[in-house]
């Protein structure tokens, strides 16, 4: 991943956002960069076509708060709605709160309704929460210049914000291999007994998420050193734990070295170390799987709450319905592979399955699992061109393109979707842009009828020929042999061209066909990709917006670099201005005489030190004062001449109100004797 793209549009001024990428880019290894749509130009933008907020190279969003639109909630919600719609493109909508009360659930629902079902909706109250901010808003701050929050909310947003693009554009992964004793539960279960072990928050929230992660199709397996009997009694037999053995599909629980079973169960379900999290409390045994497997990304696990919360690999991605199902045909696949054992021959093996492939023009539902099979598949993919959703529709939706989806099922299951084909019809030929096929299917004569439903195809149209496009990378050996095969010589870069006819005749030989077994991806134990990465440092350290601001200030922290002499500041009100100062720009000593434009500050900067001098005065602060006094120095003397004129001002209506008492008393008085 070498840039993290933010589109982000909001209703309001967000700015301060844009302080936190240099961390966040650290952080994670990569250049993180938000692109920040201003809200006076929000919809002109949305329906721009190829603005800011319509990059499809870009995790995108929207930051809303109804407020921001008018009084008309309802009617800025619709407005909303169809500008997002118009743009055809996936936006995850975060609905941001109000400190005068939000918008009605009705808005909400209504406005949830009127979105293309591609969209997301956050509710940011709940990321707040999250980050256990109590109190996000800044009011001084929005009246001054509609900046709603406090910098440790933005904070907060600037994380969430990051996490989701991370998400959506890391490579995905596709296997969790968990230690039991003292991760899933406290206690030994070989010592304590099933019913002496315990489930505490953080054992029950890393067990929730875990479950999660199995539902949306990712490989769960158990590495523990124990009995196997035991463990599995404690998910017999605990009906407390989210956790259950339905979720968990392959189990490495012996005395063998943990890295020993986890390449076994790595070539069982044909995944690379880098799609593999490993999470133990033993730091021993994840250094010893760092040595042993340095490409699986491995994570101590402390029994606190927060870290399986913060820990951004357990973030399941929205789940298509063949994810949802992975479960079962790994299952399936098992079922599989004893069949193909106890086959005499190959072709007997195949016969058995009693194998149906349909290949069918992909309609709008199949996109989302089109997509996903472009961007998962390394093994069997010709181009290794990785599509996102909108770009897949888009190329769809070309008048020369054609797209189809590969389906197929035997007497042991359905696969579902497994396969995709992305044709181009040119005048004299048709040409084979995108060609892929899970290697769930591999070896079983898929392949050949996706060919020979090309070479069909092409025999009906008025072109002869179809032309292969190869893109040759480190991991696609299998689909540069078969495109060997069928042309009669190595592939070259580019396209292949091959007789329609020749394809149209295409069958699988089973008797020529290497030995039954269910493919897997090789087995790279390369080193971790970003090794700035430190998932233990988020998950850990940074769960609070107060933490992450925190963590930013120290990062961020420089020397100052400005010519003037270094003055210190004087005390009371001038050391406090000078160290609010520090706090917002990062930048440290900073002297009665340093400039504040020099020092970096901006006008957005001066918003939040307004902010804070209010809070720490506690009386009314005029902001145009922070706009004409450019040092610590002269703010802090217009202040206190302010104070001083303000104390005057108190003195003298003290005064005159002391005066009139006075001249009312005596005219009472002279009333009274001239009454007497």
Partial sequence: MNQLKLAIGTSFTADPLSDFTPFWSRILGTSVDFSLTSAAILYQTLLTPGSGLNDLSASRFLLVRWSDFGRDARRAASELASAVNATGIKFTIFICPEQQGDASPTVIEEFCKA?????????????????????????????????????????????????????????????????????????????DGVTGISADPA???????LSVLSDAGVTIALLSKNMDNDVVSVFEQRPDMPLTLDHILARGVNWCEKSENLVAIAQQFGVSDASILFLDDNPIEIAAMRTRMPGVVSVLAPPVAAFAEHLWLLDAAPATHEDRERRNKYRDDTARRNEAHSAPTLKAFIDSLELNVD????????????AQLTQRTNQFNTTLHRFTEPELAAWAEAPDHKLFAVSARDRFGDYGIVGVIGLEYCSTHHRVSLFALSCRALGRGVEHQMVAHIGDIA????????????????????????????????????????????????????????????????????????????????????????????????????????????????????????????????????????????????????????SRLVKLLRRPVDLTLLFECSTPAQLARRLNDQETRADKSVSARANAMAHARDQRMRRFKEVRETMQ
């Fill in 115 to 191: 979105l293309d079902a591609q969209c997301q909706i956050v509710d940011v109250a709940e990321i707040f929460a999250r980050y256990d901010i109590a109190d996000p808003f800044d009011a001084h701050a929005n009246n001054a210049a509609s900046v709603p929050y406090s910098r440790e909310a933005f904070a907060a947003l600037s994380a969430e914000l990051v996490r989701r693009a991370h998400a959506a554009q890391r490579p995905p992964l596709k296997l969790v291999a968990v230690d039991c004793d003292n991760t899933l539960w406290r206690g030994v279960v070989g010592e």
């Fill in 203 to 209: 054992a029950k929230q890393l067990q929730h998420r």
């Fill in 359 to 370: 290949i069918a023009e992909a309609n709008v539902g199949d996109i989302a699992r089109l």
């Fill in 459 to 610: 025999k009906c149209a008025s072109g002869s020929e179809v032309a292969f496009a190869m893109a040759h990378g480190p991991r696609n050996e299998p689909a540069w042999h078969f495109l060997a095969e069928l042309i009669g010589r190595a592939p070259a870069e580019g396209d292949n061209t091959i007789d329609a006819a020749t394809l149209a005749e295409v069958r699988f030989d089973t008797t020529t066909a290497p030995a039954p077994q269910v493919p897997n991806e090789p087995t790279i134990h390369a080193k971790i990709e970003n090794p700035l990465v430190t998932w233990s440092y988020i998950a850990n350290d940074l769960t609070t917006g107060h933490a992450i601001l925190r963590a930013v200030v120290a990062d961020r922290k420089t020397m100052r670099k400005v010519q003037t002499t270094f003055v210190a500041p004087a005390r009371g009100i001038e050391s406090d201005i000078a160290r609010i100062w520090e706090d917002i720009l990062s930048v440290s000593p900073i002297g009665a005489q340093d400039d504040f434009t020099a020092l970096g500050g901006k006008s957005i900067d001066l918003v939040q030190v307004h």
